[in-house]
């Protein structure tokens, strides 16, 4: 029977459907699965849906609420157990973090009974992997193939648990730039000009919006009237908010916690820094781009080598260099005919990773010819 007679069914997994770039891309390529006729069922461990999907999903976060106890994971356990054995799946794509090594090595040992597609959407493999590498190995010994968001990440993965290149393949995260252009064009009504910073607050604090902040106030930008605005929110966002209140710079700082619609935020900024510790392939930069605004980043280990074009549509700086990091803000306000070339050039640099290019990429690599 040939796949174009064949209705195919394909098993998301994702910790919810929210907040994260991992979480986006399931969502995104749910849709597109969908539109090609296949059969999408997505699975996710926590009760946060905020992206839109296409697929029935199983919501264990219903189940789970904040009951945690052994009785509840091992009924959470059973349905995820009864579902994935009542529907004869093609595929699972795996998007979830793993936190229990032991656990996962069971679900792909005796559960993942289908091609299974592991994804890997961090330079900190070990978000994925266990450090027992023997164990890492077993894991993921049958995997049809392993799927990363940058090819550094490939290196990585083979040099820290010498995995066979050849199961190992990159495929960059997807974006709507349809519905990116639309909702990019919804009116802002802002009357001051602003760069932006984009991501969570979290305790392990990855974005590094403190050092942001000191890097911006040490820039040219305060004393011309432009602000920093700050999307986002997390357990960090009070301790920022004070930082900035003590220096006298709530002025110069705006903080607009958690939007909806960042795309109209991003469309309007002047350009957008990205001062990570670490990324994996950060969409917030090729979302950015869609909205016609350069960009200006670290040259972290994996992602924004890839994405920018130095000159051309942002800038690189030295990885976790600060100063460089000011120096390429005022840069990028200062020389304007280099503003010009990579504002121009934003939109088209980001054709590459629009949903239908990379949606096709993983029809390929399942081998499905619709």
């Not at 697929?55 to 994971?73: C, D, M, P, Q, S």
């Not at 001062?275 to 781009?289: C, D, N, R």
């Not at 629009?354 to 399942?366: R, V």
């Amino acid at each position: 029977m040939s796949s174009l007679d064949k209705t195919h069914k394909i098993f998301l997994l994702a910790d919810q459907l929210s907040k994260g770039g991992a979480e986006r891309s399931a969502a995104f390529l749910s849709k597109y699965l969908a539109s090609k006729n296949i059969v999408v069922k997505i699975m996710v461990n926590n009760d946060e849906i905020e992206y839109e999907y296409a697929g029935e999903v199983l919501n264990l976060g219903k189940i789970r609420a904040n009951n945690t106890n052994y009785f509840n994971k091992f009924r959470r356990l059973y349905i995820f157990y009864k579902f994935i054995k009542s529907n004869r799946f093609d595929y699972i794509i795996d998007f979830r973090m793993k936190r229990f090594d032991y656990q996962e090595f069971l679900f792909a040992v005796l559960l993942f009974k289908s091609k299974l597609i592991v994804t890997i959407h961090s330079y900190m493999i070990s978000y994925y992997f266990p450090q027992n590498k023997f164990l890492a190995k077993r894991i993921y010994k049958k995997a049809y193939k392993i799927v990363t968001v940058a090819t550094k990440i490939n290196s990585k993965i083979i040099s820290d648990y010498n995995y066979d290149s050849t199961q190992i393949q990159t495929i960059y995260n997807p974006i709507d730039l349809e519905y990116i252009t639309i909702w990019s064009n919804v009116p802002l009504e802002i009357e001051y000009d602003y760069i932006i910073g984009i991501g969570s607050m979290g305790h392990a604090n990855v974005k590094q919006f403190d050092k942001l902040i000191e890097s911006y106030l040490n820039s040219i930008l305060p004393e011309r009237g432009i602000k920093l605005m700050i999307l986002g929110d997390g357990v960090l966002k009070k301790k920022l908010e004070a930082k900035v209140e003590k220096l006298n710079r709530s002025n110069d700082v705006v903080f607009t916690g958690f939007v909806d619609n960042p795309y109209k935020f991003m469309k309007n900024a002047k350009f957008m820094v990205l001062a990570s510790k670490f990324e994996g392939f950060p969409m917030v930069l090729i979302e950015t781009l869609a909205c016609g605004t350069p960009v200006v980043a670290f040259d972290c280990f994996s992602g924004p080598s890839e994405i920018i074009s130095q000159g051309k549509n942002g800038l690189l700086v030295e990885n976790q260099n600060f100063e460089k990091l000011t120096e390429a803000i005022n840069t990028m306000v200062s020389d304007k005919e280099l503003y010009h070339v990579c504002q121009q050039n934003s939109k088209n640099s980001v054709a590459q990773f629009s949903l239908e290019a990379i949606g096709k990429e993983w029809l390929n690599l399942m081998g499905l010819n619709i």
